[in-house]
């Protein structure tokens, strides 16, 4: 990692802290990095991280009420409706009411939207390959179980 060529590193403090060596700066800085192979490979579609998971668990799942599909996709109810809203104005989803609870929304693809998630599911596995290129093959299944392990 470069040091800005004006900063001027202080002494280390008595607890030898290292924001570069702190998990958080450290998974920050894989997220930039993923991110970034991310937008190289789908930025053209104009679809987002948060976008993209919401189209490929649609595609995998078919219907679901919009909170289902919260949970699946790991965002918060606010999160998901905002998601929601930007794929629909975009004629990606469609959103009904559901028949049997009419406070339910239920989501689906639409038939772009349906073109569209094939295309980025099969881009998938080409941005996880490159994102975890620099990791032998034993460090990749380490980190995903570690990240997994983390995150449950």
Request: proline share 4%.
């Amino acid at each position: 990692m470069s040091v800005p060529t004006n900063a001027k590193q202080r002494p280390a403090a008595d607890d030898d802290y290292r924001l570069e060596e702190q998990v958080g700066f450290l998974l920050r800085r894989a997220h930039q990095f993923a991110t970034d192979i991310f937008s190289n490979h789908v930025g053209a579609e104009g679809v987002t991280p948060t976008q993209f998971s919401t189209l490929v668990k649609l595609l995998d799942y078919g219907e679901m009420s919009q909170s289902a599909l919260g949970e699946a996709t790991a965002m918060d109810p606010a999160t998901i409706l905002g998601v929601v809203q930007r794929l629909a104005a975009r004629d990606l989803l469609a959103i009904r009411a559901d028949p049997t609870d009419g406070r339910r929304r239920l989501i689906q693809l639409t038939r772009s939207g349906h073109t569209l998630a094939t295309r980025l599911r099969a881009i998938g596995p080409r941005i996880s390959a490159l994102t975890l290129a620099n990791l032998s093959a034993r460090d990749r299944k380490a980190l995903l179980r570690l990240l997994a392990q983390l995150t449950a």
